[in-house]
């Protein structure tokens, strides 16, 4: 065994004690029976008061409200767009009924009622009154009423039609005023107009042409088919003609008349010494006085001795020639010198001698 170290007390064990238990008698004529100890509570958390359901057709609800006020605005906004659509359907209407009115209105004015169904058309397609003209004038029906447009426009010399139907009523009043023949001008005005032949000068053609055709002497028309071939019938298509040049045309008719009024006074003259006569300016009542005073001088042109010719006599009477003017007083001279026994062989209305001053 292990030796204990010096100074320690051997360590002893308490017995138990013994536990007196006082009972009264009572206690001891009952037990109590055992009762376990109560177990600790344990605490229960409250539930939370549930919300309370709202039914879902309640109309009082915030959905119900919320729907109910967008129903509401997609009917105002409807009804804005059936109001703005119906008005803007109004206002095209009313603007494709101008339009149709407006250019019906025009081109009946043109003698274009034909194209009603085709203005009608384009208005519904809702274009504007100017539009729709622009589109009309490239109809067939436009070319045939005004044929003269295209070339005009293709020449940069284009005319409305206002202008057009202007000069078609100053042709067919002159056609009247002048006695041509019915529609002679309404056939050509096509070719005036391309051959951009003026009212003015349109107004010269016709008097040339109702002048030389219609009021014309027999001695005008037999010149003008001498001179230039052109027939009494067809005198006034003549002048009219827009591709003979105006001026070419008053050289020819005022030469004719110098070349009748020769003819009337049996003074033989040919186209050339007309023609040079017109263009000195000679006239008409210049040449009846002047081609009267040739007449009585032609016995200068005939017998012996000293004498003239036709072409010489007119050159001195008319055409202001000097030299021809002193070869005819040289010869008139000389015939007074061998008839003046018996008088001068040509007299004026003043009893003097000789052929007097040259007219022009």
Request: aromatic fraction near 6%; hydrophobic fraction near 35%; charge should be neutral.
């Amino acid at each position: 065994m292990a030796k204990k170290p010096a100074g320690t007390t051997a360590f002893k064990p308490t017995p138990p004690r013994k536990q007196t238990v006082n009972m009264s008698a009572a206690d001891s004529a009952a037990p109590t029976p055992f009762s376990p100890p109560s177990p600790v509570a344990t605490p229960v958390a409250t539930p939370a008061a549930p919300t309370p359901t709202v039914p879902v057709n309640d109309p009082n609800s915030a959905s119900n409200i919320q729907s109910q006020a967008d129903a509401a605005q997609k009917l105002r906004d409807e009804a804005n767009q059936t109001f703005e659509t119906n008005r803007d359907n109004a206002t095209k209407e009313a603007n494709r009924r101008e339009t149709i009115a407006a250019v019906k209105g025009i081109f009946a004015s043109y003698g274009l009622d034909s194209l009603y169904a085709t203005i009608e058309s384009y208005a519904k397609l809702d274009y504007s009154a100017s539009t729709v003209s622009l589109m009309l004038r490239k109809t067939p029906e436009y070319a045939i009423r005004f044929p003269a447009m295209k070339a005009l426009n293709a020449k940069q010399r284009g005319i409305t039609e206002a202008e057009y139907i202007a000069y078609e009523s100053s042709a067919a009043a002159y056609e009247v005023q002048y006695g041509l023949p019915k529609d002679m001008l309404k056939n050509n005005i096509t070719g005036l107009l391309e051959a951009e032949i003026s009212s003015a000068e349109l107004l010269d053609r016709i008097q040339m042409a109702s002048a030389s055709s219609v009021s014309a002497p027999q001695e005008l028309k037999d010149t003008l088919k001498n001179y230039y071939g052109i027939n009494s019938g067809g005198l006034a298509g003549y002048f009219l003609d827009p591709t003979i040049a105006a001026p070419i045309l008053q050289k020819q008719y005022n030469a004719s008349l110098i070349g009748s009024e020769a003819m009337r006074q049996n003074v033989g003259l040919d186209v050339r010494t007309a023609e040079e006569l017109q263009g000195l300016g000679v006239d008409d009542a210049a040449a009846r006085g002047g081609f009267g005073t040739v007449s009585m001088a032609k016995g200068l042109t005939q017998g012996s001795g000293d004498i003239t010719n036709n072409k010489e006599l007119i050159n001195a009477t008319l055409g202001g020639n000097a030299a021809a003017q002193q070869n005819v007083e040289r010869v008139a001279k000389s015939r007074t010198a061998r008839f003046e026994k018996g008088g001068s062989f040509y007299s004026d209305n003043k009893g003097g001698s000789g052929l007097g001053s040259a007219t022009r």
